[in-house]
């Protein structure tokens, strides 16, 4: 089957670049698939299914939208909140009505009122604000023949949002993780939080946090890479705390190998998220393929690992104690650690094996595909047998043949 | 207990699972359970027909019988284990092989339209969803489970079944090569022969039948076998146990099969197998120079084994008997045992 392939590839930073560059080899052991060239407006001609790589980041994604608006297709939906990416093919576009436009579609009157609202300044941007309550995912759903997620989390609520159409669920797969040799920031433990610094990763409850373990364990370290969002003042925060540069490492952007040289060194990997999109952490994914025990926020896509890998931590009142016992618990049992970094290993090797989910992915495709003409074929087959010996439709019987079907995936 | 034995059955044709399911009834019965043969005819083709053949299991209703509860089902292949039951329990001979490991060869069924590819990826679903369900799961073989296990993550407990019941006698050796396998394509007869062709000292016995036959006895007239070659066609009981007693070995190297009774009817009559390295399920009992000889999938492989076991009689019987050792552990009471449990 020939798939045209939309999707933000490398040199962009991106992680579903990443995401992108580490599935396509494993794809094409299973399906004819052409990456389309950034900025493309329609598949390739002869391609039998569009797939379109939609996420919340509208530099990365919006013309992907914009071919998606052209050619239906399968959506890989890597975030269910898009209120950024609508926000930025409308108002970044200049085009502030097609974002009252959207705001309408989705929210009503009320909607459209909170957009002017936003756009005349008198209220702060809704996609940094309240993303979760206004997601604008609407429009893709409209778009998509059928949906492939990476957590119940987005599933659950596109259907909640009324989407009919298939969704698969297949897990974001796991790099082979490198030989290459830790890198020498020292720590016991060395606790590693990798990823934009700001809010929303939850710094400020992770440095209130670390200040509260380190007090008991003076040798531990934080090693905190990425960039620092705008507004956000790591230095003050540090300062007032009182932790220095014996407690803190830093490093900013950094390339691929000296990420896993850095996340290899960790002893405890941190993903704090709040709000989420809905999105999968590709350095959380990256620290089970080397089999580190992790921290994570009790939502979204987090909260559904499983236990053995993941201390999950609530978002809220009592966020900052709970994180700080959990890394307590971590910094002084090895044994703990050791424990959650196997069954971490097994998680990356099995669920997220590369070859599983490339199969699984490319079945999705397939049945996205074709599944449609399928489903008719069988339907119209009992549904005929069925007539034929005077079972009708809404009869008792026909909503047992349809039970049946529905119980093994067959429609009905 | 009163048990259903779920079986597909393709209209006219008769092979390993008629006989297996069958003999399961009967074992189940002598032993004292209330056991009855259920048995659905199926057709996979054309197009969805696959599906819509499955889904007549769905609709089963084995929940009771004549007012009397059926208190379990055991289903064996692709589609029985499609049905409903509080108690499934699936002893799986094989899954619907083309929506796998069988697509994209010449035996494969669909095509690469993208109905056909969704298709295929119906079935599978199907699978996953339908032997989820089995209360517990069984496979006849290392080489089903495996395959069971790639394609769904679901995991079987390796369950082999004896061989049919046949007066089996270990008698000396006659000096020749004994087939017994369907003459079908996938058995390789033709290495068989055409390895005779290459090799001389012992001649071939070919019984069964099937719609290879004509072509196998071209290969055996063009490369002059005549009279080294001798196919039997359909026998009796009696007959083939035997030709097991007095053969000088077995072959049986069919690709990549699932289960395979040939090597243990071989091994019941003392006698060593020669298979091939992708013969799937048979290497679960074939060992080379343990119980048989494993080979490459040659004529010249397969020809020198058989000359050598024809020559080594010894060695053969030592081979042979290794192999009743193993057979004899695979008995109806410790499968029925565990099936049960």
Known sequence: MRIAYFSPMPPESSGIADYSALLVPALRRHVELTVVRRGTKRPP???????????NNPDAHGWILDALRRAPGAVILHDFVLHHLVAGVTIGRGNGHGYLDAMEREHGVVGRLLAHGVLDKRLPPLWEARPEDFPLAREVLALAKGLVVHSRYVADHARAAGYEGPVVHVPHPAWPAPDVAPADVGGDPLIGSFGNVNLSKRVPQLLEAFARVRAEHRGARLLLVGATSPGFDLERRLQRLGLGTDGIVREGYVDERRLWAL????????????????????????????????????TGWFAELPKGVALKVGIGEHEVDDLATALRLLARRPDVRA????????????????????????????RIAGGAAVADSVLHEVSEAAAGVGIAAGSAEASEIARRLSEVDLGG | MRIAVLRPQVPFARGGVEIFTDELVAE???????????SVPFKWYPGARVLTQAFLWRMLDLDEADGRPIEMVIATKFPSYVVRHREKRVWLVHQFRQAYELDGTELGQFGEAPEDRALRRQLQELDRIALGEATR????SQNVAGRLARSTDLVAEVLPHPPQQLPYRTGASEGFVLSASRLDRAKRIDLLLEGAALHTGFDVVVVSDGPDRERLEGIARARGL???????GRVTADRLAELYATCSSVYYAPVDEDFGMGPYEAFRSGK????????????????????????????????????????????????GGAGKALADEVTWDRAIARLLA
């Not at chain 1, 001609?45 to 996420?55: F, M, N, Q």
């Not at chain 2, 799961?137 to 006849?140: E, N, P, S, V, Y």
């Not at chain 2, 399920?281 to 076991?309: F, N, S």
């Open chain 2, 272 to 319: 060593p197998v020669i298979t091939t390295t992708d013969a799937g399920g048979p290497l679960d009992v074939v060992h080379d120079r343990r119980t048989g000889l494993v080979v490459e999938p040659t004529a010249a492989a397969v020809g020198a084994a058989a000359a050598w076991l024809h020559a080594h009689e010894a060695e053969a019987a030592e081979l």
């Open chain 2, 137 to 140: 799961l069984f496979a006849t």
């Open chain 1, 339 to 366: 424990a959650m970094g196997e069954a971490a290993s097994a998680l990356a090797r099995g669920p997220h094996d590369l070859g599983k989910i490339a199969e699984r992915q490319a079945a999705a495709f397939e």
């Open chain 1, 45 to 55: 001609r002869g391609a039998d299914l569009s797939v379109y790589h939609i996420g």
């Open chain 2, 28 to 38: 189940l019965r002598a032993r004292g359970h209330d056991a009855d043969l259920v």
């Open chain 2, 226 to 232: 005549d009279g080294r070659i001798r196919f039997e």
């Open chain 1, 263 to 298: 996340m290899a060194a960790c002893d405890i990997h941190v993903s704090l998220r709040s709000p989420t999109m809905g999105e999968t952490s590709g350095t959380a994914i990256r620290a089970l393929a080397l089999g580190k025990p992790l921290v994570v926020s009790n």
